[in-house]
């Protein structure tokens, strides 16, 4: 029997990654999103959240409390486990919810979560109010010194040696020149 002895491939075709087959087809996005890889897992983490949100809405109504569902942000930590963290906007949900933490725990394990503790915390608020220039001041040029800071200036001047440096640019500085 011959042997049959394969010489390596040239190096030139050694460098290059194969070509992607022509026939894939394509997919649904929703295909990507639920992909393992990717955007699954975000997918999924954000499904969990949507039931859980659902899920603490009625346990609310259970205790009386729907009507505060749609004020709270939900999410569990990420450094502890069955530890539920609840964002709310004021103080006065956060207080109220603080009362029935107890009870808000035995319904949401009657719905198959298990959660060991609730830690209730305000939203940072953006601040209403917004500093913006006054009218006419968008582009005005600083008009120089008040009396106090030019007696100070001209005070400094005179105790300055007549050859010094320090002199002349406080010197310019009063007159208004740049540099």
Not at 118 to 140: F, Q
């Amino acid at each position: 029997m011959k042997s049959l002895s394969l010489s390596p491939a040239p190096s030139f075709f050694m460098n290059f990654a194969p070509k992607p087959s022509r026939n894939k087809v394509a997919h649904e996005w929703l295909d990507y999103l639920r992909d393992s890889e990717g955007l699954g897992n975000i997918f999924a983490k954000t499904e969990d959240l949507v039931k859980l949100k659902a899920n603490l809405s009625l346990a609310l109504t259970e205790l009386g409390l729907g009507h505060l569902a749609p004020k709270i942000e939900a999410g569990w930590r990420t450094n502890a486990q069955n530890e539920l963290f609840l964002l709310v906007s004021n103080a006065s949900i956060a207080s109220r919810l603080q009362q029935v933490l107890p009870s808000l725990i035995n319904e949401l394990s009657k719905k198959g979560y298990v959660c060991s503790a609730i830690k209730v915390r305000l939203k940072p608020t953006s601040p209403a109010w917004e500093v913006k220039p006054r009218d006419g001041e968008k582009n005005s040029r600083p008009r120089g010194f008040n009396q106090v800071a030019r007696a100070s200036w001209e005070g400094l001047l005179d105790k300055l040696a007549p050859d010094s440096d320090l002199r002349k640019a406080v010197e310019r500085l009063l007159q208004g020149k740049p540099k």
